[in-house]
């Protein structure tokens, strides 16, 4: 793409379709709301013939959709894991969009939306890195750090002592 179109990666848009929820017992669930009627529009009136799946199980579309790297149906740490290979595979990008769809009710949509914002962006979009950095330096530093205030108590414990004897 970069050859052909002389597109700089970070203007890429990878586009995705995904579900999350807090299991993937749960996310499987809520998207047996409308995984079936999606993938038959993508079937018989959209020109989308990679959604070609023989039957009708929603399992089995679930299936696909997980294994195929169209996107996912799962937890947060599965949504991270498949843009993780995204980026792998690509070399990086500018950003992932999500497409969106009706697979599940409106609710559960939106908490889907909520645990990727919550769980997934952050990861990608570098606002942990200065948390997880300082919770390392804390991490290294804390055994000094621990007994220099419990030296500090015990030494204004003592002083204190002495003071309230005189």
């Known amino acids: 793409m970069e050859e052909r179109a002389a597109v700089d990666r970070s203007k890429w848009r990878l586009v995705s379709v995904m579900h999350v929820a807090e299991t993937r017992e749960q996310a499987y669930r809520d998207v047996e709301y409308g995984i079936e009627q999606w993938f038959r529009y993508f079937q018989k009136?959209?020109?989308?013939?990679?959604?070609?799946?023989?039957?009708?199980?929603?399992?089995?579309?679930?299936?696909f959709i997980n294994t195929s790297g169209v996107g996912v149906v799962g937890t947060p740490d599965d949504a991270a894991a498949q843009i993780q290979r995204l980026v792998d595979q690509s070399g990086g990008f500018g950003a992932h969009l999500l497409?969106?769809?009706?697979?599940?009710?409106?609710?559960a949509t939106?908490?889907?939306y909520e645990l990727i914002a919550k769980d997934v962006m952050p990861h990608f979009q570098g606002q942990a890195g200065s948390t997880l950095a300082a919770k390392g330096r804390a991490m290294?530093?804390?055994?000094?750090l621990?007994?220099?205030?419990?030296?500090a108590v015990a030494h204004m414990s003592?002083?204190?002592?002495?003071?309230?004897?005189?």
Do not use: C
Not at 146 to 151: N, R, T
């Open 140 to 144: 290294a530093g804390r055994e000094g």
């Open 99 to 107: 497409m969106a769809h009706e697979w599940a009710n409106p609710e």
């Open 110 to 112: 939106r908490r889907s």
């Open 45 to 63: 009136v959209a020109a989308f013939p990679q959604m070609a799946v023989e039957g009708g199980d929603p399992r089995e579309m679930i299936d």
């Open 158 to 166: 003592k002083k204190y002592e002495s003071e309230r004897a005189t």
């Open 146 to 151: 621990a007994q220099q205030q419990l030296d």
